[in-house]
């Protein structure tokens, strides 16, 4: 059997239950003013080219405010522990998810500085710090890695399934 990529999933599955910690991470640093990673694990189904996501981990952090605005910086060492505690459960990375204090965009810094790397994940940024939950999902931007330091708006081929 031939082992299907991320770049080749056309559905992600997300339990409801990740989403909103995930949220809740998110919305918990932004009271604080901060911009804050968490990174969802899981597998692929190699029939169907199919991802669903099993886990959520906000690793290790430092929260940085710039002149130029927020971001946050992920070092060597919470990255290892990142991908290592990822393989010990036998998951892949998906996707990537932090919020920005206003619009949800990827800027340059998103684009250049991932922490999902691999050809076919997903970058989920959340506008106002992940304040208002799921009830204003329309206005997330989902984007999806297409090549190194590529990421697209996620298009009409790619299902995003809450469950």
């Known amino acids: 059997m031939t082992t299907v990529g991320l770049e080749s999933v056309k559905e992600f599955t997300i339990p409801v239950t990740i989403l909103d910690a995930t949220l809740d991470a998110l919305a918990k640093a932004g009271r604080r003013g901060e911009e804050a990673f968490v990174v969802w694990g899981g597998k692929i189904d190699d029939v169907g080219g199919s991802a669903h996501v099993m886990s959520a981990i906000q690793p290790e952090q430092q929260p940085i405010s710039t002149p130029d605005g927020l971001l946050v910086v992920v070092d060597g060492d919470a990255l290892f522990a990142l991908n290592r505690t990822f393989y010990q459960r036998g ?20 684009d250049m500085m991932p922490l999902a790397t691999t050809t076919g994940a997903l970058s989920l940024v959340v506008h106002d710090f992940a304040c208002h939950g799921r009830h204003q999902i329309e ?11 590529v990421w697209m708006p996620l298009d009409s081929s790619t299902t995003i399934t809450l469950r």
């Open 91 to 110: 998951e892949a990375i998906l996707a990537q998810v932090h919020a920005h204090p206003t619009e949800a965009f990827h800027s340059d810094t998103d």
């Open 139 to 149: 206005q997330w931007a989902w984007y999806r890695l297409v090549a190194t330091g």
